[in-house]
């Protein structure tokens, strides 16, 4: 089954810890991406990567790190210097940059801060 | 870099009227502009795209059309149902700046109401 997977689908971090979301893809994909979605707002680009061990900053990179190690795998790392990390994070997924096709999401992570 | 304007915010229609949303896009090099539903904690899909070479796309009772002259484009649905109810974004295939990404429209809640 080909897709985008996302894990955990829900998250709970306390303050000053940091925690690490997965996505994984297997549809060969060279670009990924992370977005942020708050309550009612629209998608909001954190991190991309056009190729492996290659990765840009997004519109809010402050407070995340990622890593693309893999062709495959695109962890997101939401760390104790983001002070508001609760949202609604979505991967995705391109054949690549400036092909004509759109994104695949992943199904998403719900992270809480408590 | 590319900049996408989504109008309205929310709309609310009767079961059977049409929904239009539209969007308007700077980059004139923009080539490639999906439209994407999301319902409420799911995952955004792809519902229907269109190539700028390309200037109205239909599948069913969705159909989107492209004026590039005027750069913008429009999602039009027909005979709406209550399922047709979620947040619908738009996006353009931004270059320069944006580097082959896609910039996302801040999104569309329609409500069908039966």
């Known amino acids: 089954d080909g897709g985008i997977t996302q894990s955990p689908k829900y998250l709970f971090r306390k303050e000053g810890q940091n925690v690490t979301l997965s996505c994984e893809q297997n549809?060969?994909?060279?670009?990924m991406y992370w977005y942020r979605q708050d309550p009612g707002q629209g998608l909001r680009l954190i991190y991309y990567?056009?190729?492996?061990?290659?990765?840009q900053k997004g519109d809010i990179a402050e407070g995340y790190s990622v890593s693309r190690e893999k062709k495959e795998s695109f962890p997101l790392t939401v760390t104790s210097a983001q002070k508001n990390p609760t949202a609604f994070y979505l991967c995705a997924s391109s054949i690549g940059p400036g092909t004509g096709n759109g994104y695949t999401f992943g199904s998403g992570t719900r992270l809480t801060v408590v | 870099g590319e900049n996408v304007e989504q109008h309205p915010s929310t709309l609310s229609v009767q079961e059977g009227d049409s929904a239009v949303i539209k969007c308007t896009y700077s980059d004139s090099a923009s080539n490639y502009f999906p439209w994407y539903k999301q319902e409420l904690g799911k995952r955004p899909q792809l519902i229907i795209d269109?190539?700028?070479?390309?200037g109205e796309k239909k599948d069913q009772r969705i159909a989107v059309t492209l004026n590039k002259t005027a750069k913008h484009f429009s999602l039009h649905i027909t005979e709406t149902q209550p399922e047709d109810s979620a947040v619908y974004f738009c996006?353009?295939?931004?270059?320069?700046?944006?580097?082959?990404?896609?910039?996302f429209g801040k999104g569309t809640k329609l409500s069908v109401k039966p």
């Open positions: 996006a353009a295939r931004g270059y320069g700046g944006s580097q082959g990404n896609l910039i």
């Open positions: 990567s056009q190729i492996v061990n290659d990765f």
């Open positions: 549809l060969n994909h060279d670009a």
């Open positions: 269109i190539r700028s070479n390309v």
